[in-house]
């Protein structure tokens, strides 16, 4: 396939390569959407046709057959439709009888059942697939007819030779479609021998070096095989006629006196094929490549090879035809120069020189693949190859050059540049198949790549409502996976309340599972995973049940018992309650049957009379539905104690003895044979055997792992490094452990080598800004194969068309010097010795050091904040201007101050970096902290120095919800009420309006009516009165600001069991023992965000919270400005379950005065009791009741 406009194309990609890279540099596109396989998706999604099957491009056909197939499949929504054209022309099936197209297929089919001839459909054929999203090719298939011409009819007369002298027989077979193989046989069809002396060419002509007398005892036909039609063509023979002046004698000849005993004259080589003294060879990459030297001469003239300037690859290369073939299966670059075969006998030698050109048909290094973006996002197709000539890229769309379709509104979101197609802002209706077509004298490359443009609303496409079990403390997975376009955000809620779960224990991951690290009890619950993108939402739930292990807490053990007594095997397990488990036995791995023999119960396994075949390895395995454990122990059996007294001193299974009398056979350069005698296996056979070695010049009395046998060996081949003084040991393994080292072998020394190893880690990069530092690994001392162990190294500038520059070192690192700042270089590194080179490593690509960048980036600003995300937008530095591997955009930023009165903030300086390089960059902030004030500037990075910084930016976020209140207590100061007590939140993220206090009671896994109660911003603290004393709450308490509520802290009424105790009549005397009640508080961790330096909570005359000068929770009772007023709920807010204000007339809480009577944290107590005072004697009080020693004790805070 040839590109349509290839001139006009050319000149548009020459301009185009001008600004291709500074373009792409500044481009920044969206990933692309990735479609799930789920049939409903599927099925509903729109999508350009696809080309998924086609026939070869070259394909050949047996005349013979019936009908000839064309395959073009295809895949698309809706539908593909097909058509086809012949040799560049519309193909109208419809007007041919023969031919026929399959349904829902573009296969063509071709019958010659009732006439006609596969020559006339000889030609070129394309495949079109098209609906209403785009057209789909198929490469161009050129249609051939395989043909089997006859031998032309010819009379030969009888070849005329002499003795000694060299001879050609032609062949020259019919040219076939495809080519036909030739082989030489004689007219019994017995195949002519071949050898050193006589052999057939690669044009299939029969060469003889020199004519012995006896060739003539022949006749040669040569024959060809025609695969297709599987016929065999044969030649008229050729008959030899001696001229010789000399009788030949049968009787006379032997190998070693050819001629008889007559005198033949010797002559000194000269080449048959090829002719002269040098030829050319061109050869196509990926290709075998085929080089041959025949020589004619007396004796027969041996073949050698060479290449010059290099070894031959001897991993690559191999020699047929008794050396006269050189062939390479498969070529590369690296295979292309100066070949040279010797042809020498004893009166001499010549050469030929053959210079072999490697060129290459185009092949990819870029294949462009489909591309699925959402309204208004970017995307880009690439199309790279190359070849030898460099490939011509030409772009079509639906099948016609893109060049030359008329211009629509959706071109201009379009550009191509050479061999990338760059989409901007694409919109529904865009969508079409692109085709790339990459060709060069050689051959040509076609791939389509569909851009389909799809909008999708959210969906769910796991199963569901899913009940998931997993067993406690095991990392967990739940798993939601959604699609839609543009890609949705999706979040995961428990329970359906509280803001997003991700961070601390959670985590989530981008294609929607939810990581739960650790499973406790309490993440049991009903998980909701909601997926929104603007078009709508879907969401789905999983409900997770937490389980306790299945284990075994009683294991069996190792047992040696008398032949005929009782063995048991002991096997408790506990479980989840909830799980049901089944226990089974195996024996040494097989499932054991119970026959009659054996007992089995809840726990235990019995084998009332053992003999020898119960003897082995029992293992008891217990499985529920979601894990298992397992336990094994031995059983041994011994003899019976009559038959045979030394029982009594039986021991149970040991490690084997060591192997003995080790020895060394069948040397050679990297093996050598080693063969021990085994130990006793101490009533545990051995399983397997394990060969270590020493060496006495690396690491002399260290000794290493070689390698590992099976236990019924003890003969190995041993593969050996070269030049290592070696010596060996083995040790023997049974099911107990090991056996010692056995007493070292003899020591056995390989020969040198050149290295087979190559330099690992090679890399180039600059330690200054004009140097690069060329390192690698070097090779282990069992890799260097021999002494004076070297490195060869080359390297250039990449893509200047330099000469390689080489060094040879012993060191690990080369620097080269006086480098430009951040170049390219191409670097390559082989190890050699004394004894040759090794393999050549592949080329890395290095770079020359870095430098400081020398502009910044300007214009830093801030054009949209939101209460936690900032949208900033910079103007761009000059990519030259990097001076090195651009890295990102970095900014510095802090929190200046929060915008609460008071509250002291961390100024610790954080990074976030921005990789993009488009012309208008911008990015988003995100994880800043409400109502704060920041400030911000910007650096340009490469890999080793930042720029100066860009100006500084000042901005204020915008007030959010707030933290969960730092603490929340629940105390009980009497039988029938509750104390509740919390602290304001670490971060308010605003200005505190108040609180909210939700709960509900709890009758075993019932929840009652959900209770609200309200409060200002100054009130931390609520008593509850209980119906009744057994009555249990859950609570959930959190801070409002203007913007709404905050995080919720979750908290439940303690249970009481001694509440019997308690007096409530009791005025005085001694107090109760805090031993019978239960303090339950729980401290919330915040773990992302700043938090206050030592604040204090002091209201101020409108309810607010002074962060700095105010007393904490506990010395509220001292301030004056406070008023009854002040505790009250909010105006319509409840107090109390029934709805009274009124306490209880004997409640301990009116007992006791704030300042005398307390106790330390411990429960100890502090002061004296005084008497009961009046409620309108106790003045400034925050608190609506009084300090009492019992209220003391039931605070435990």
């Known amino acids: 396939m040839r590109p349509v406009g290839g001139r006009e194309m050319l000149g548009k990609v020459g301009h185009a390569a001008l600004t291709l890279l500074s373009l792409l540099l500044l481009w920044q596109e969206a990933a692309a959407i990735e479609v799930p396989l789920d049939p409903k998706i599927q099925q509903d999604l729109k999508q350009p046709p696809t080309i998924i099957k086609q026939s070869v491009k070259d394909y050949i056909v047996d005349p013979r057959d019936n009908t000839i197939i064309i395959e073009c499949e295809a895949k698309g929504n809706p539908v593909p439709t097909f058509s086809w054209r012949r040799s560049g022309r519309l193909f109208n099936i419809g007007k041919d009888p023969r031919v026929t197209m399959r349904k829902r297929s573009g296969t063509l089919e071709v019958g010659f059942r009732s006439g006609g001839r596969p020559e006339d459909y000889e030609g070129e054929y394309q495949c079109f697939a098209t609906n209403e999203l785009g057209v789909a090719l198929s490469n161009k298939i050129l249609l051939r007819v395989s043909k089997a011409p006859l031998w032309p009819k010819e009379v030969l007369a009888p070849v005329q030779v002499t003795e000694g002298s060299s001879l050609v027989l032609p062949c020259n077979p019919p040219p076939g479609l495809p080519p036909p193989l030739i082989f030489w046989m004689d007219s ?35 024959n060809a095989r025609f695969n297709f039609t599987y016929t065999i063509q044969q ?17 006379s000849y032997n190998a070693s006196d050819p001629f008889g005993g007559r005198k033949v004259a010797e002559t000194p080589p000269s080449f048959l094929s090829p002719e002269g003294s040098g030829s050319s060879k061109m050869v196509l990459r990926d290709e075998r490549l085929l080089l041959e030297c025949i020589a004619a001469g007396l004796p027969t003239p041996s073949i050698k090879w060479f290449k010059r300037g290099g070894d031959l690859p001897a991993q690559k290369v191999k020699f047929e035809n008794f050396n006269k073939t050189l062939k390479i299966l498969s070529v590369s670059e690296e295979d292309a120069g100066e070949y040279v075969c010797m042809a020498d006998n004893r009166l001499g030698s010549i050469r030929h020189s053959i210079d072999v050109q490697v060129k290459a048909a185009p092949y990819w290094l870029d294949k462009p693949t489909n591309l699925v973006l959402a309204p208004e996002e970017n995307g880009r197709l690439v199309c790279r190859a190359n070849g030898n000539p460099k490939p011509n890229i030409q772009w079509l769309m639906n099948g016609e050059p893109i060049n030359k379709i008329t211009e629509t509104p959706t071109s201009a979101n379009r550009e191509v540049l050479g061999d990338t197609i760059l989409f901007r802002g694409v919109q529904i209706g865009s969508s079409a198949v692109y085709q790339c077509n990459a060709s060069n004298q050689h051959g040509y490359l076609l791939a389509n790549a569909f851009v389909s443009v799809l909008d999708m609303a959210p969906r769910m496409l796991g199963p569901k409502n899913q009940l998931i079990k997993v067993i406690m403390n095991n990392r967990t997975f739940l798993n939601c996976p959604f699609f839609g376009s543009p890609l949705p955000e999706l979040r995961w809620f428990k329970n359906g309340q509280g803001s997003g779960l991700d961070g601390g224990q959670y985590r989530v991951y981008v294609n929607g599972t939810l990581e739960i690290k650790r499973a406790r009890k309490e993440d049991e619950g009903i998980y909701t995973c909601v997926a929104n993108n603007m078009l709508g939402n879907a969401e789905n739930q999983v409900q997770l049940e937490v389980k306790e292990p299945t284990r075994i807490i009683q294991a069996p053990t190792h047992q040696s018992v008398l032949r005929g007594s009782k063995a048991s095997f002991h096997c408790k397990v506990v479980s989840d309650p909830s799980l049901p488990t089944k226990v089974t036995w195996t024996k040494d791995g097989e499932r054991l049957d119970l026959g009659w023999r054996l007992k089995k119960d809840e726990e235990s396994l019995t084998i009332p009379s053992v003999s020898e075949n119960d003897e082995g390895i029992y293992t008891c395995t217990v499985k529920s539905e979601i894990d298992q454990d397992s336990a094994s122990a031995r059983l041994t059996v011994l003899e019976d104690a ?40 101490r009533r545990s056979p051995v399983t397997e055997f394990l060969v270590q070695f020493e060496e006495n010049r690396w690491e002399p009395g260290r000794w290493q792992d070689l390698s590992s046998f099976p236990g019924d060996l003890n003969s190995v081949i041993l593969q050996l490094a070269p030049n290592v003084n070696y010596q060996f040991r083995v040790i023997a393994i049974n099911s107990v452990g090991r056996s010692q080292p056995s007493q070292p072998s003899p020591r056995y020394k390989t020969t040198a080598a050149p290295p087979d190893a190559i330099p690992r880690d090679l890399r180039g990069w600059g330690s200054d800004k004009d140097n690069m530092e060329i390192t690698w690994e070097p090779l282990r001392d069992l890799e260097k194969n021999g002494p004076n162990l070297q490195y060869n190294v080359w390297w250039r500038r990449k893509d200047s068309g330099d000469d390689w520059t080489n060094v040879t070192t012993s060191e690990t690192k080369y620097v080269v010097r006086y480098t430009e700042t951040y170049v390219p270089y191409e670097i390559k590194i082989q190890a050699r010795n004394e004894l040759g080179s090794g393999p050549e490593s592949n080329i890395v690509i290095g770079y020359s050091g870095e430098d400081k960048p020398a502009d910044s980036p300007s214009e830093l600003r801030v054009l949209k904040v939101g209460s936690t995300r900032a949208n900033i937008h910079w103007k761009p530095v000059d990519l030259s201007s990097v001076q090195g591997e ?14 609460v009165p008071g509250l002291v903030v961390s100024k610790e300086k954080k990074t976030t970096g921005f990789y993009t390089t488009v012309p208008e960059p911008s990015g988003i902030l995100k994880d ?62 605003g200005i505190l309006i108040g609180y909210q206090l939700v709960y509900q009671r ?61 007096d409530q009549r009791s005025r005085g005397g001694k107090y109760p023992s805090p031993g019978f009640l239960t303090g339950f508080t729980k401290y919330l961790v915040r773990d992302k965000k700043d938090l206050p330096l030592d604040p204090v909570d002091q209201k101020d005359q409108d309810g607010s919270f002074d962060y700095q000068n105010g007393s904490s929770v506990r010395d509220r009772n001292e301030n004056e400005n406070s008023s009854d007023e002040d505790n009250k709920p909010l105006q319509g807010s409840q107090t109390s379950l029934d709805g009274n204000v009124k306490e209880s007339d004997d409640s301990l809480v009116d007992y006791g005065e704030g300042g005398d009577g307390q106790f330390n944290e411990d429960g100890s107590f502090i002061g004296q009791y005084t008497v009961k005072k009046d409620k309108d004697e106790t003045e400034g009080n925050e608190s609506s009741e009084a300090t009492s020693p019992v209220n003391a004790i039931y605070s435990l805070a």
């Open 642 to 681: 009559f038959l045979n007294p030394s029982v009594f001193s039986a021991l149970p299974p040991d490690r084997p003895d060591p192997p003995i009398d080790l020895d060394l056979s069948d040397p050679s350069a990297r093996s050598v044979r080693l063969t021990w005698i085994p130990g006793n296996d």
């Open 188 to 222: 019994n069809m017995i195949p002519i021998h071949q050898d050193r002396r006589v052999s057939m060419g690669l044009n299939g002509d029969l060469y003889f070096s020199n004519v012995l007398v006896q060739d003539a005892q022949n006749d040669y036909s040569c």
């Open 235 to 251: 030649k008229n023979p050729f008959n030899l006629k001696f001229q010789t002046t000399e009788p030949y004698n049968d009787t």
């Open 1002 to 1062: 709890v009758n075993g896994s019932r929840l009652g009516p959900q209770q609200i109660e309200t409060f200002r911003p100054n009130v931390t603290h609520f008593i509850l009165r209980l119906p009744d004393r057994s009555a249990r709450y859950k609570f959930n308490l959190s801070a409002l600001t203007q913007v709404g509520t905050g995080e919720v802290y979750a908290e439940e009424s303690p249970h009481f069991t001694n509440e019997a105790h308690i």
């Open 928 to 989: 800043l902290v409400p109502y704060s004030k920041y400030k911000m500037f910007m650096v340009v990075a490469n890999s080793r120095f930042e720029s100066l910084p860009s100006n500084n930016v000042e901005f204020t976020t915008a007030e959010g919800v707030p933290d969960a209140p730092r603490f929340f207590r629940i105390n009980r100061r009497s039988l029938d009420t509750l104390y509740l007590e919390w602290d304001k939140p670490l971060e308010p993220n």
């Open 886 to 899: 651009f890295k990102e955009y970095r900014l510095y930023y802090w929190r200046e101050s929060s915008l």
